[in-house]
């Protein structure tokens, strides 16, 4: 009879213990979505690596408008320049993975491996790719003012009739740096690199006639040329950008494989939660498609081509091959 209600007094124990660990883990699985629901619960810090009013800085604070109206919280550009864009995107590898600090960046994030040595980081393996927003065609600009060249025939024939190389402003690393270097290995125009930290700076020295040309995204190049102090004589893209009709692709013009666009993203540190990611990165895609967003994008030359987190995951893995050939190809090796 004892042992009989022993074993009932066990048989009790076990089930109460398995209910209540039952309700516990019932409880975290529900606590789980109710997590995701309430982010962001603070401010958000985005990592712009780069100065302000350049192409970076201007997606990034347009997308952060749309974000903040979208969650209720705000989502402040923060500018942290400096070794074309280490610098902000080192912190951002080494900040605590919870979804309150994002890196807005460019296509230079996975091309720097291949062309700066000791980043200190892995854009692949240190960061989630949240979402892209944007796709911006490069344009070879001149000064309209200390360029006597109206078209990419007479300024090949004009580079080419001087002493000296003709300088290009880029910061290292960026899709324009190797853009140029294609370009005058195309052309067989000698060039020389003047490496600049920040892109205001080098478009106002470009159309100073300090430096000789840029390879310049046309949302960062746009205020310039249409206040006439810069020319664009040809576009990267594979079909004339709406916004300047009049400016020939490099491919009508004879030369091919520089078809290099720069384009815009949002990046999380490894190990953000993936509801996060996801949250995040279905708003942003909803802000890039924004009729606000849009609108100013390709009034200035941009385009919008937005892309989920694991859209955008594979796109950043197949970017990063395909800079690393052309890095090889255009001579430019990791220093």
Same mark, same amino acid.
């Given at each position: 009879?004892?042992?009989?209600?022993?074993?009932?007094?066990?048989?009790?124990?076990?089930?109460?213990? $398995?209910?209540?660990?039952?309700?516990?883990?019932?409880?975290?699985?529900?606590?789980? %979505?109710?997590?995701?629901?309430?982010? %962001?619960?603070?401010?958000?810090?985005?990592?712009?690596?780069?100065?302000?009013?350049?192409?970076?800085?201007?997606?990034?604070?347009?997308?952060?408008?749309?974000?903040?109206?979208?969650?209720?919280?705000?989502? &402040?550009?923060?500018?942290?320049?400096?070794?074309?864009?280490?610098?902000?995107?080192?912190?951002?590898?080494?900040?605590? #993975?919870?979804?309150?600090?994002?890196?807005?960046?460019?296509?230079?994030?996975?091309?720097?491996?291949?062309?700066?040595?000791?980043?200190?980081?892995? #854009?692949?393996?240190?960061? /989630?790719?949240?979402?892209? @927003?944007?796709?911006?065609?490069?344009?070879?600009?001149?000064?309209?003012?200390?360029?006597?060249?109206?078209?990419?025939? !007479?300024?090949?024939?004009?580079?080419?009739?001087?002493?000296? #190389?003709?300088?290009?402003?880029?910061? &290292?690393?960026?899709?324009?740096?190797?853009?140029?270097?294609?370009?005058?290995?195309? =052309?067989?125009?000698?060039?020389? =690199?003047? #490496?600049?930290?920040?892109?205001?700076?080098?478009?106002?020295?470009?159309?100073?006639?300090? @430096?000789?040309?840029?390879?310049?995204?046309?949302?960062?190049?746009?205020?310039?040329?249409?206040?006439?102090?810069?020319?664009?004589?040809?576009?990267?893209?594979?079909?004339?950008? %709406?916004?300047?009709?009049? /400016?020939?692709?490099?491919?009508?013009?004879?030369?091919? $494989?520089?078809? =290099?666009?720069?384009?815009?993203?949002?990046?999380? %540190?490894?190990?953000?939660? *993936?509801?996060?990611?996801?949250?995040?990165?279905?708003? &942003?895609?909803?802000?890039?498609?924004?009729? !606000?967003?849009?609108?100013? &994008?390709?009034?200035?030359?941009?385009?919008?081509?937005? *892309?989920?987190?694991?859209?955008?995951?594979?796109?950043?893995?197949?970017?990063?091959?395909?800079?690393?050939?052309?890095?090889?190809?255009?001579?430019?090796?990791?220093?």
């Amino acid at each position: 009879m004892q042992r009989t209600q022993r074993q009932q007094h066990r048989r009790r124990l076990v089930l109460g213990l $398995g209910a209540t660990v039952g309700a516990g883990l019932a409880g975290a699985l529900a606590a789980r %979505p109710a997590l995701a629901q309430a982010y %962001p619960a603070r401010p958000v810090r985005v990592v712009v690596p780069f100065t302000p009013g350049g192409n970076v800085d201007v997606m990034a604070r347009l997308v952060n408008q749309q974000l903040e109206g979208e969650f209720g919280q705000s989502f &402040i550009a923060e500018n942290l320049a400096g070794a074309s864009g280490a610098i902000g995107a080192r912190q951002v590898a080494r900040a605590k #993975p919870d979804g309150y600090t994002l890196l807005a960046n460019s296509s230079i994030h996975v091309i720097l491996p291949s062309v700066q040595a000791g980043l200190g980081y892995d #854009p692949l393996a240190d960061f /989630v790719p949240v979402a892209q @927003v944007t796709e911006v065609p490069l344009a070879l600009v001149i000064s309209a003012e200390s360029v006597p060249a109206r078209t990419h025939a !007479e300024f090949v024939a004009w580079a080419k009739a001087q002493p000296r #190389p003709a300088d290009y402003a880029t910061f &290292i690393g960026a899709s324009s740096h190797l853009a140029a270097e294609l370009w005058g290995d195309q =052309t067989g125009v000698k060039v020389n =690199t003047v #490496p600049y930290k920040a892109g205001t700076s080098a478009q106002v020295d470009v159309a100073a006639g300090r @430096v000789t040309f840029q390879m310049e995204a046309l949302l960062a190049a746009s205020p310039l040329l249409k206040a006439g102090k810069l020319r664009a004589l040809a576009v990267t893209s594979s079909r004339r950008v %709406p916004a300047y009709p009049e /400016v020939p692709t490099f491919a009508e013009l004879g030369l091919a $494989g520089i078809d =290099t666009s720069t384009w815009h993203g949002y990046w999380a %540190p490894k190990d953000t939660p *993936r509801d996060v990611v996801e949250r995040l990165g279905a708003a &942003i895609v909803k802000a890039g498609r924004s009729k !606000e967003v849009r609108e100013r &994008i390709e009034a200035m030359g941009g385009l919008i081509n937005a *892309r989920n987190p694991d859209e955008f995951a594979e796109f950043c893995r197949r970017e990063s091959a395909r800079w690393a050939a052309l890095a090889k190809r255009a001579g430019v090796e990791p220093k």
